[in-house]
């Protein structure tokens, strides 16, 4: 019988560690997948455990050599010269023990996700493991060694013949997954990310369009450092609006990195909660209006991983059961994760009213982001 929802997980995603000190640390999804169990929204019978990907799934978009080298890594058998012309064993991506095993768990996971969605299984399917979305065919960059969603994409296109949307909200530009369809007509890749100014990886302009065959499916929306919720709201809803009107896929994939919240160390905007509440409720719309419910979601960027991501990939699961959650957060959550977290567990669903001073540039920066959303929807908003 088909159900409404599946959550894939496995306590073996923090095998996914690069050091105690790295900034990406998957603690994150333990503490997303505790969170909801202490409210009662996520059971054992929701839960799916992913499968390890296999060589050929992951050649599907990586090239064999850099899948041995990888392996290779992990082994400690891969020289330092060879490893760094892989982007590992670098400072972003440091080289640690079974890291393709751990790596091909995530990717895994996100096709676990897409078979229970594309078979029929559930509407909706969530693996807040996945979301790397800056690994390249033959390099690591960005903490991502595997792009689980390049190959998820890929996957789809060839076990099912869909076309697909991909909505990343990370608020790193979605790179990775962008120059892997970017001759691709049944794709169509939709960014709204921190402009590449002053932040990784510096691409993800509103000339970005595509190549060929795959001019005209390639979006972005680099919006200004100091960005809003009202403002990126506006800008997430619009796009994806005259995006999914334009595409018409059969199905979508939504990158959900939250890493755009005003806590953030990594990046420069002052998004809330209350788009994060607001960016999987849009998802949700959008897939029963255009793709009969099929909607899949992953993680992604995300480092503030106490204070931020629990609430915010949180929101992602209520979203896909018709949930709610506000008030306080649960007594028992907070009292047994606060002695290893560095900053005073949130208490509430919700951010203060005065989580930062008011921006002095706020209208400068709207009026900006605008501009930069009509210029990126120019071609089909004739």
């Known amino acids: 019988m088909k159900c409404d929802s599946l959550f894939v997980y496995s ?38 455990s992913p499968r390890i990907a296999t060589d050929d799934e992951i050649a ?22 060879v490893a760094s012309n892989y982007g590992l064993g670098t400072e ?7 890291m393709h095993e751990a790596s091909a768990l ?20 969530l693996n807040i493991g996945g979301g790397l979305h800056h690994g390249f065919r033959g390099k690591a960059s960005g903490f991502c060694i595997y792009n689980d969603s390049s ?3 890929e996957y789809m296109k060839k076990k099912y013949n869909a076309k697909v949307l991909y909505v990343d909200t990370d608020a790193h530009h979605g790179d990775g997954v962008q120059w892997a369809f970017y001759d691709d007509p049944n794709v169509c890749t939709l960014s709204i990310h921190e402009t590449g100014r002053y932040l990784f990886p510096g ?8 190549h060929g065959k795959g001019y005209g499916f390639s979006f972005n929306v680099p919006i200004d450092a ?61 897939a029963h209006e255009y793709c009969g419910g099929k909607w899949i979601a992953v993680g992604g960027g995300g480092y503030d991983v106490w204070r931020v991501v629990p609430r915010a990939w949180s929101r992602i699961w209520l979203e896909m059961k018709n949930k709610n959650a506000s008030g306080s957060l649960p007594e028992k959550w907070i009292e047994r994760w606060q002695s290893l977290a560095p900053f005073e567990l949130p208490k509430t669903w919700h951010d203060p009213q005065d989580l ?5 540039r706020k209208s400068e920066i709207t009026e900006k982001n605008k501009l930069t959303l009509e210029r990126s929807l120019y071609q089909i908003s004739q």
């Open 11 to 48: 306590s073996d995603y923090l095998n996914y560690k690069f050091s105690d000190n790295h900034p990406f640390n998957h603690i994150r999804v333990q503490l997303t997948h505790d969170l909801l169990t202490e409210v009662n929204v996520l059971s054992k019978d929701d839960i799916i």
């Open 60 to 81: 599907l978009i990586h090239d064999p050599a850099y899948i041995q080298a990888v392996k290779d890594a992990g082994k400690g058998t891969l020289a330092s010269s």
């Open 92 to 98: 972003d991506t440091p080289i640690f023990s079974n």
């Open 106 to 125: 995530l990717v895994g996971g996100t096709l676990t996700a897409v078979d229970a969605v594309m078979d029929g299984k559930a509407n909706h399917a």
């Open 151 to 153: 190959i998820a994409i």
């Open 203 to 210: 691409t993800g302009n509103i000339n970005e369009k595509g």
């Open 226 to 286: 100091f960005t809003e919720d009202e403002s990126f709201q506006e800008v997430y809803e619009t796009s994806f609006r005259k995006v999914i009107e334009f595409f018409k896929p059969d199905v979508i994939l939504t990158q959900n990195g939250a890493d755009a919240h005003y806590y953030d160390p990594l990046t420069h905007l002052s998004v809330s909660m209350k788009s994060f509440e607001f960016i999987p409720r849009l998802a949700h719309e959008l």
């Open 356 to 360: 930062y001073e008011p921006i002095p």
